[in-house]
């Protein structure tokens, strides 16, 4: 690329990371970056409690879904086994299920009446009604466990990625020079792995930090989200929590670098990627339902919310039984005949798709100036572009609103087609490519620095220019890592709330979980009706997933793969 | 047909198709083009099936007329109001106006979240238009401003309040006085002439201006009830029979027992206006039963909210959810409106055949109170808002509010549920057609009498206190009260329950401690942490003091 164009586009991407990313979190952090604030925010023993909660349900979270996600991978790229496809498939079912619907599966299931308690009292352990109240008794540890396995797909995606990009011969080479299986492993393998296990657990680590959801959902309420939310009530004339949220900043920003510290500096691959399969061996028989347990185990725990979700969308009544008494197919007659759902699929659809294909085009382009080029300043744009993940969804959605009425405010005549009070279309479909930008720069970034640069290198030794090898060479090499940033983009974007609610303000443009929420809060029906639609919505997903998979010839969780 | 070994999809065998590829995938080639491999083929099916369930489905509204008018309405009512009150004033529209009128109806959220988006949209819109104002906006909402040293925050507000300054928004609708009051002091709501437009309507014997003392309708015109509202107690039977509990609850001080321990769902009094206006409620009936000493009163009625959040179980953030609690049987009770406790109840009693959820007005502890609707300042459509609300308040509005489906002029979809704030609808066709033909809102309020000048002022206090000593510090209250409990009750340690109930401040400086909740932000945060210190410090005695037996 001629230097000046490139220097030209290092200078348009900086430009969208400061206009999209920078602007509409700072405007609202700097209100916040007030002395008595933080000093308030300090001196608060609740506070200060709510920051040493979340911290300890990141720790936990982030410690569990390695322990989850681990396993799964290394089983995955270990052995090969019928249906392996199917499996690996199954475990991405949260990736598929809108968190505020999954709660009214996890009150079925927890309720005092509920499954778990009806089943205790079917085979004697208690009194119909006299069980434990999980709910109300175990809300951290709930938290924690339902933070995990909503989470753990998005490091298993990352960590099975990079194993896929393990070369076998290094095992081999280990092997031959007398290590066993797990010195291997350990000296091998493992350091190969730090790039995705750091990308994947700097993800889980910040989001189940800042995760707000969850707590609120299950009634945790010390812990520093829920208490930023509760803030959001007086934000016009309070402004602690935006002093909440810069603490959390700085607190992501430290375990950022303390894990990086901790990680080592991260080796380039020197090898070309590995071809063969000998690494995994083959089971066979009831070997095979061996390989499928871990998989089972994993899909039935953090399934069973979806179940439970598709349960009361068919049940007629659901009171202190294992199952449903009586089935009705009502609940969707009401749900996909109302007049809000078609235009909240198409609208959903669209918004989704191109906020998929804006966050793959910055993402890729930030990961690769920040794993290949390295200009000055790199480092400083990746990092301010991981920002919307520490960043609560409410807040960042009244940033892009100042952020349009600013550009309103100086360019009127834009007004018709920017301002979500006229047309929300543009920013909703920012506001969902923003938020997912970490995830897809993180895939990127960890694809790039497991891909070796040789390749490219000898590409241009020969004369390929910029676009030839980016498109030949670059992008064929990381597109399972590109396609786990723009599936997780696409699903995510379904299943995005707080941008929906703040900027879709006008019925005409209400995604599909704006329509959940509508129905979710009609009196007495309409939480199963919402069940209904939410269980089109999850299906739906799960399909088009499949449609991609089939059509790129590959399962699902092995498009991640390259 | 067969599976692929590896990945489980299924591949199609015909003498054409041959697999060239298949590592771990089932990559399946084919040489003749128009045989299509299963998986592709499925995938299709499914996908073109779901896309065109809902299209099957779908009930297709008549397109919006050439010509039509738009009628924007921010609004935390549900889907099932707005789409009766939709329908219903498009056709009185088209029959009295001859106007074509389509709905945006613009929900944010709760009463919370509708006062963050239109105190934002003001502001914001404030600044567009007077751009030499804009570093002074915030103050345009602040009726303090008026008097502020600052003279730009003064001329800001001023030139606000003289200004139509709008935020594309036509009315406010639902969410219960207090946000109204507010809104209207702050300058967002304005009159809508409807009082001198329509002067037999507010009268005693049609529209009163106040029922039990609660505000029905402001006199100035900028807010007027739609309907009404009675808070009381939701019960779950099953429940409180599993808990050995014989009576139900028909006292708010029932809900304060220790055999309510863990037991009830609350909700967050800074999210929700009819929160506030319930704990209002219970602080009023303790000042009642002490009207010559109402600092007692109003420190009994803070030490029984206390107690309400030691028995509490979870806390929501919208008042609808708690009856969804009671009827899960989740919990064995919680605070509710009445039209919120049929709904559930009425459902439950359909699919299940009994009785899960049971409602009781609390007698001399709660009222009929309104819930309005309210011009807002530059509304767009100011014609055509002032007619809705014309019609909400018409008897043919008023009627669709309580009658079952299908009745003349009657709901369409949904029936409502909710309770007329027109005296002269109660006629003999109500009594045929309503949902609620025995009920009186204007009879429920008869042993209640709500004094304003107690603690209606003191109404954007009472979320922020409720939340610094409760709320803020619910680990701590539920430890010291369950520590009471288990020590056996108030009476068994008075040393315990005096430091259980120490509040803040005596009623008598309720006006300061409201100045300095109030405060601007920074300063205000200091006396709101202060006070969850206090409190805090208090449970860790009480909690001491119980388990010494003191």
């Known amino acids: 690329m001629p230097r000046a164009l490139a220097w030209s586009a290092y200078a348009v991407v900086w430009a969208l990371v400061l206009g999209l990313v920078v602007f509409p979190i700072g405007i609202m952090l700097v209100a916040g970056a007030s002395p008595d604030y933080l000093m308030e925010v300090l001196r608060s023993h609740v506070l200060r409690q709510g920051l040493l909660h979340a911290f300890l349900v990141a720790i936990a979270t982030t410690a569990l879904c390695f322990a989850i996600a681990g396993p799964l991978a290394w089983v995955g790229w270990r052995y090969r086994f019928r249906g392996q496809g199917l499996a690996e498939a199954l475990v991405l079912a949260p990736l598929i299920l809108p968190p505020f619907v999954g709660a009214l599966g996890i009150f079925q299931i927890f309720g005092t009446y509920g499954v778990v308690n009806s089943f205790g009292t079917l085979i004697g352990l208690w009194a119909s009604g006299a069980g434990p109240d999980w709910l109300g008794d175990h809300r951290l540890a709930l938290v924690i466990v339902t933070e995990a396995l909503g989470l753990y797909p998005i490091l298993y995606l990352l960590l099975a990625a990079g194993m896929s990009r393990l070369d076998p011969s290094l095992l081999e080479a280990g092997a031959a020079c007398g290590a066993g299986p797990w010195t291997a492993w350990r000296r091998c393998a493992l350091p190969l792995l730090r790039p995705a296990a750091f990308a994947g657990g700097s993800i889980v680590f910040v989001w189940s930090f800042t995760e707000l959801g969850t707590p609120l959902m299950l009634g945790y309420d010390r812990i520093t989200p829920v208490q930023i939310y509760h803030g959001l009530a007086g934000l016009s004339s309070n402004h602690q929590p935006f002093a909440l949220i810069l603490i959390m900043l700085a607190v992501v920003a430290v375990c950022f670098g303390l894990a990086r510290l901790l990680a080592g500096r991260f080796t380039q691959a020197l090898v070309v990627k590995g071809q063969s399969q000998e690494h995994s061996r083959r089971l066979v028989g009831a070997k095979a339902l061996l390989g499928w347990l871990p998989y089972l185990a994993v899909t039935a725990a953090a399934a069973t919310p979806h179940l439970a979700v598709v349960l009361l969308s068919v049940a007629r009544d659901w009171y202190g039984t294992v199952l449903p008494d009586g089935l009705t197919a009502e609940r969707y007659q009401d749900a996909l005949s109302h007049g809000m759902v078609v235009p909240a699929i198409i609208n959903s659809l669209g918004f989704s798709l191109a906020a998929t294909a804006l966050g793959l085009v910055l993402g890729f382009a930030i990961a690769w100036i920040s794993a290949r080029w390295r200009p000055p300043g790199a480092k400083a744009l990746d990092a301010l572009a991981m920002l919307p993940l520490a960043v609560p969804g409410l807040i960042m959605a009244f940033g892009f609103l100042v952020l349009a009425d600013r550009i309103c405010h100086h360019l009127p005549a834009l007004r018709p087609i920017l301002h979500p009070e006229i047309f929300p279309v543009p920013l909703l479909i920012i506001a969902y490519a923003v938020r997912r930008l970490p995830h897809v720069i993180r895939a990127t970034h960890a694809g790039l620095i497991q891909a070796p640069p040789a390749l490219e290198e000898a590409a241009a030794a020969c004369g390929a220019g910029f676009a030839y090898r980016l498109r030949r060479v670059t992008v064929p090499l990381i597109a399972g890592s590109l396609a786990a940033g723009a599936i997780l983009t696409f699903s995510f974007s379904m299943l995005e709330v707080s941008d929906s609610l703040i900027l879709a303000q006008q019925r005409a443009y209400w995604p599909i979980t704006r329509v959940i929420y509508e129905l979710v809060n009609v009196l007495g029906t309409g939480p199963a009706i919402a069940c209904a639609f939410a269980t089109w919505a999850m299906a739906f997903l799960a399909a088009a997933l499949a449609a991609a998979a089939a059509f790129l010839g590959k399962s699902p969780a092995s498009l991640f793969r390259e | ?550």
């Open chain 2, 1 to 550: 047909m067969a599976l692929c070994a590896l990945c489980a999809s299924v591949v199609v065998e015909c003498k054409n198709v041959s697999v060239v590829e298949c590592e771990n995938v089932s990559v399946v080639a084919c040489e003749d083009a128009s045989v299509v491999c299963m998986p592709r083929l499925t995938a299709v099916l499914v996908l073109a099936a779901l896309i065109a369930a809902p299209l099957a489905l779908r009930v297709t509204p008549p397109p919006a007329p050439a010509g039509a008018r738009t009628l924007v309405v921010v609004t935390p009512h549900g889907e099932h109001i707005r789409h009766e009150f939709g329908r219903a004033f498009a056709d009185w529209a088209r029959e009295h106006r001859g106007v074509q009128v389509v709905f945006d109806w613009r929900t944010p959220g709760g009463t919370s979240d509708i006062k963050r988006f239109l105190i934002d949209r003001y502001q914001a819109h404030f600044a567009l238009k007077h751009r030499e104002l804009a570093d002074v906006a915030t103050a345009i909402l602040d009726p303090r401003a008026s008097q502020s040293e600052d003279p730009r925050e003064r001329q800001a507000r001023e030139v606000f309040l003289a200004s139509e300054v709008g935020v594309g928004v036509d009315l406010f609708f639902g969410g219960g006085v207090f946000p109204y009051q507010e809104f209207a002091d702050r300058g967002m709501l304005v009159d809508a002439g409807l009082i001198q437009a329509e002067p037999d309507w507010f009268t005693e014997t049609v529209i009163p201006q106040s029922l039990s003392g609660e505000t029905i309708y402001d006199p100035q015109g900028r807010f007027y009830g739609a309907c009404l509202g009675v808070f009381g107690i939701t019960a779950s039977p099953p429940r409180l029979r599993q808990l050995g509990i014989a009576d139900l609850p028909t006292q708010w001080s029932d809900l304060g027992e220790p055999a309510y321990l863990g037991q009830l769902t609350l909700t967050d009094p800074t999210k929700s206006g009819a929160a506030v206006a319930a704990f209002e409620r219970i602080l009023q009936q303790q000042m009642a039963e002490h009207p010559d000493d109402l600092d007692r009163g109003w420190r009994e009625g803070l030490t029984l909210i206390k107690r309400l959040f030691g028995n509490a179980r979870s806390i929501t953030d919208s008042s609808s959810k708690p009856a969804r609690d009671v009827v899960r049987g989740d919990c064995a009770a919680s605070m509710a409106l009445d039209f919120q406790a049929k709904f559930e109840a009425e459902i439950a009693r359909e699919v299940g055949g009994e009785d899960r959820l049971v409602f009781a007005t609390p007698l001399g502890g709660t009222g009929a109170s309104a819930d309005p609707i309210g011009l807002l300042r530059g509304a767009p459509n100011r014609d055509l808002a002032v007619d809705f609300i014309r019609f909400v308040l018409s008897p043919a509005g008023q009627r669709l509010w309580n009658y079952r489906l299908g009745t003349p002029g009657g709901p369409e979809r949904y029936c409502l549920r909710r309770l007329p704030v027109r005296k002269d609808v109660l006629d003999a066709e109500w009594k045929q057609y309503a949902a609620d033909p025995d009920e009186d809102p204007f009879a429920v309020g008869a042993a209640f009498t709500y004094r304003g000048e107690w603690t209606g002022r003191y109404y954007r206090l009472i979320g922020p206190l409720i939340k610094a000593i409760a709320m803020d510090c619910r680990d701590e209250v539920v430890a010291a009260w369950s520590a009471i409990v288990v020590a056996g009750g108030p009476e068994a340690v008075p040393e315990a329950y005096a430091a259980f109930s120490e509040i803040p401040f005596p009623y008598a400086e309720a006006d300061a401690a409201q100045q300095a909740a109030l405060a601007k932000s920074p300063g205000n945060l200091a006396t709101l942490r202060a006070w969850t210190d206090g409190a805090i410090a208090a449970y860790a005695r009480a909690e001491r003091l119980a388990r010494e037996g003191r």
